[in-house]
């Protein structure tokens, strides 16, 4: 990818970007390659506003991708990123390995069981972690069935719904009606 132009302001270069991505991602029968620049997009490129709307369109191609190398190598993007606790996107790589596993969405022979709350866990509690970092990997610590993120060293940002303990099963309020 080209380097942003001097005349453009950081946003007005990443809002362009975006929309060529998102015109490329709309043509019918796809662009030859695009997958890969995606890729390439979300693992190597030092902008994270960028990465991310690369990686985004990579998550929601997972379901559909024919290709069982192309999904491969879309969930080994994912799973990488996940990894790294430093990385700003690691987060919502687990968000998103963790809708597509929530979903039915993984693809046939695939399985992230056990390896998205870990993966959470370890994120949500890595002390040198940005918050936007933090954040997810505790939310989803949550959804994955953690029974206590407090060990995460909660920011004082962090959402009281975040820091504290999942709650109990809750049974209904009222019985079901009986008729006679």
Not at 43 to 51: A, G
Not at 67 to 87: F, G, H, N, T
Not at 133 to 157: I, K, L, N, Q, Y
């Amino acid at each position: 990818m080209k380097p942003k132009p001097e005349t453009l302001e950081a946003g007005e270069w990443e809002e362009r970007v975006n929309e060529i991505l998102n015109l490329l991602r709309s043509q019918p029968g796809g662009v030859p390659g695009l997958a890969n620049l995606m890729l390439k997009m979300a693992e190597e490129n030092s902008n994270p506003v960028l990465r991310m709307y690369a990686l985004q369109p990579i998550a929601m191609w997972i379901p559909d991708e024919p290709s069982v190398e192309s999904c491969k190598a879309m969930m080994d993007c994912l799973q990488r990123i996940s990894w790294l606790p430093d990385d700003p996107l690691a987060g919502s790589a687990v968000l998103f390995l963790n809708d597509l596993q929530r979903n039915g969405s993984l693809p046939e022979g695939m399985s992230a069981d056990g390896m998205i709350g870990e993966t959470a866990l370890r994120i949500a509690s890595y002390a040198t972690a940005c918050p936007d970092v933090r954040m997810p990997g505790c939310a989803d610590a949550r959804m994955c069935g953690c029974a206590d993120v407090r060990m995460c060293g909660s920011p004082p940002c962090m959402p009281a719904w975040i820091k504290a303990p999942p709650p109990p099963s809750r049974q209904p309020a009222l019985s079901p009606p009986t008729h006679p």
